[in-house]
């Protein structure tokens, strides 16, 4: 969630590791996702909007036929140009067939998860369809399940390996490495949350019991980032790296199902909503190669953009790339803070709940609802709750394993004065207690249109006074909706795919749809 890290102003939850690349990067203030997995997933590595490829509506569910069709995505660029590509951690595009599967679609190598989740300790991933109960593990390398990981903790396993990976990197390669890490994402009914006791330990002076064990997997989240960062550096990579750091949506901090009790304060809306609180991503950007950085960025920037602009920087000719992408290449704004080239994003398209949203330069637009507009409202500061107030710990940055190593390569190495700085740059503040308000609740049938950058908590609807703006608006979301493409029909198949048929795996069910496809042993 927007709060769970240091940077955006939270005292609660530690997070040295990520705080030192933040600020020593490029803070990405404006920073657009979709609102749950798959879409985001899709938009990343597609560099298209979710609604061009019938992949817009809910995220995938165990025993679907629905996968991500075929298109290009970003690892086989990366392949194209010589790099090694490896995808840690989850997947959740679609394993009906082998050939849906990651080793399949440009990584090299997989280590990780098919489904939304899988448990952080044994590694089985538990739901119910059509109204029968099935539990099936799900972890593998290379496709083939990897039973030996069981009990070891899951951003643990993901780290090691990643680590390894870049430790044995050979170096005449360039190394493309995606970890898409199961933290902090809720798992199994019953043990939604879970991390070492040690580190829970550490975080008594929360009151949420669940909380704690929440900000431990933050934590643990946080001392990968560090880890891996002190690979790089141990490797002599660090100097020549792009690190990117985004969540895929907002955190579930209170809904029916996945509730993990992370927090978007002070953002309005959760997960699976198209307000602030459930698209606008944790991000930032670094690299040494930036020429100015140690900033924070309100351009505009949509998860798809990272796909053209990881491309251009890594040297690849653009002119190449599909001439259909939605994503923008925004290197050359990152790099030397120019102008962003992006001035819109369409935030989605949903032809079945007819929910829709739209940023427009410093506009933002919302049509309809989700969920019955039930998590329309303000929920991040329901978990904030401390026995007693933690101290932000601005020297921890520095002597953290990403901060060391990011004074190895800094020619000037920011000081607690500069993080603090940008730490007040980087929070978010709503309107003031005695500013004018004009609450909008789209579940009701109303239009909402909100200044972003002076309003970002979403609570001033100006559609009333800008009724030529509404109208621009709506118009642009009538164009973008030519080209949707409808949701993919939500059909499964269980029998099928029940994992007692697959020695109580999650596994791939149908033929595989490539000739040259070979079954991994």
């Known amino acids: 969630g927007w709060n769970d890290v240091g940077f955006h102003g939270s005292n609660q939850i530690p997070t040295p590791n990520i705080d030192a690349l933040a600020y020593n990067g490029i803070i990405l203030n404006s920073h ?19 609604m061009k490829l019938g992949m817009h509506g809910p995220s995938l569910i165990p025993s679907e036929k629905r996968a991500l069709p075929p298109a290009k995505l970003m690892p086989e ?47 089985l991933s538990t739901w119910k369809i059509d109204d029968k109960e099935y539990s099936g593990f799900d972890l ?46 809720a798992a199994n009914d019953g043990k939604l949350l879970e991390a070492p006791q040690e580190t829970i330990n ?48 907002g955190a579930p901090t209170f ?24 698209i606008r991503s944790t991000a930032f950007i670094y690299s040494p190669l930036l020429v100015q950085s140690a900033r924070v960025s309100t351009d505009l920037m949509h998860i798809s953009d990272w796909l053209p602009t990881l491309y251009s920087a890594a040297g690849g000719d653009l002119g190449l790339i599909d001439p259909d992408l939605d994503g923008i290449d925004q290197w050359s ?19 079945q709940t007819r929910n829709a949203a739209l940023r427009f330069y410093n506009w933002k637009l919302i049509v309809g609802t989700s969920m019955n507009g039930t998590y329309n409202g303000y929920y991040g500061d329901i978990v904030m709750g401390n026995i007693e107030e933690p101290i932000y ?31 007040r740059a980087a929070t978010v503040r709503c309107l ?15 239009v909402c249109l909100y200044d972003i950058p002076s309003d970002p908590c979403e609570e001033n609807d100006l559609a009333k006074f800008f009724p030529s703006v509404v109208r621009r608006m709506k118009r642009a979301l009538v164009d973008y909706k030519t080209g949707l493409i409808p949701q993919i029909d939500l059909e499964t198949d269980i029998v099928a795919a029940d994992p007692k048929l697959f020695k109580f795996t999650w596994n791939p069910w149908l033929e595989c749809k490539d000739s040259l496809c070979e079954v991994p042993v």
């Open 32 to 50: 657009y996702v979709q609102s749950t997995c798959t879409p985001s997933r899709t938009a990343l590595l597609t560099g298209k909007y979710p």
């Open 202 to 249: 550490n975080f008594k002076h929360i009151e949420d019991s669940n909380r704690r064990t929440y900000a431990a997997m933050v934590s643990k989240l946080d001392d990968s980032v560090g880890s891996i960062v002190a690979a790089l550096d141990t490797k002599n990579m660090l100097q020549n790296s792009i690190i990117v750091f985004i969540s895929d949506n």
């Open 140 to 185: 593998r390398k290379d496709g083939v399940p990897a039973f030996d990981e069981a009990g070891n903790y899951a951003t643990d396993a993901f780290t090691e390996y990643s680590v390894n990976t870049i430790q044995n990197h050979d170096f005449t390669k360039p190394l493309f490495l995606m970890m898409s890490h199961l933290a902090v994402h």
């Open 432 to 446: 003031e207690p005695k500013a004018k308000r004009n609450p909008c609740d789209p579940a009701s049938g109303a």
């Open 77 to 123: 660029y990366f392949k194209e140009m010589g790099y090694s590509t490896h995808l840690v951690g989850k997947w959740h595009l679609g394993y009906a067939a082998w050939n849906e599967t990651p080793t399949f679609r440009g990584f090299d190598h997989h280590f990780g998860f098919y489904n939304s989740f899988t448990s952080y300790y044994d590694y």
């Open 255 to 278: 809904m029916p199902s996945f509730r993990n009790w992370g927090s978007n304060y002070p953002l309005r809306g959760v997960k699976d909503t198209l307000f602030e609180g459930g």
């Open 393 to 423: 710990n601005t020297s921890a940055i520095s002597d953290c394993p990403a901060g060391q190593s990011i004074r190895k390569v800094s020619y000037t190495p920011l000081t607690e004065v500069e993080y603090e700085g940008l730490r």
């Open 333 to 351: 704004s990152l790099v030397y803070d120019l102008p962003s080239p992006r001035n819109d994003i369409l935030i989605n398209i949903d032809e």
